[in-house]
């Protein structure tokens, strides 16, 4: 399985509800390219997850296969799972 599905990040991410870590945050997700599913795996685990945009970007555009940036935060008893995009420049959002 390709670390980057859905499937594979929802996997990790239930190991270590499992494994019964209160908080789980990752830091790679939320890219506008198709290649990261981090907010997708998320909403598997938890469907009703928050995963609002932090930027918009014009859907096809150069890099752009999604239409933004997400974050995610959500709880699958007895975890907090939070995803925040990397830390690169094209991830964020630029403040006004």
């Known amino acids: 399985m390709h670390w980057s599905s ?4 929802a996997s990790a991410l ?10 789980v ?3 790679w997700g939320g890219w506008c390219e198709d290649k990261d599913r981090t907010i ?9 997850a ?15 296969e999604k239409d933004g940036v997400r974050i995610g935060v ?7 799972i939070i995803a925040l995009p990397d830390r690169t420049r094209r991830s964020r959002p630029e403040w006004k």
Do not use: C, Q
Request: glycine share 12%; proline share 6%.
């Open 25 to 27: 945050i990752t830091t």
């Open 6 to 9: 859905a499937d594979a990040i």
């Open 40 to 48: 997708e795996g998320l909403l598997e685990l938890d469907p009703t």
């Open 74 to 80: 959500g709880y699958v008893k007895p975890s907090f």
């Open 14 to 23: 239930r190991r270590a509800v499992n494994e019964g870590f209160g908080l």
């Open 50 to 64: 928050a995963t609002p945009y932090i930027i918009r970007y014009e859907k096809g555009k150069g890099r752009h």
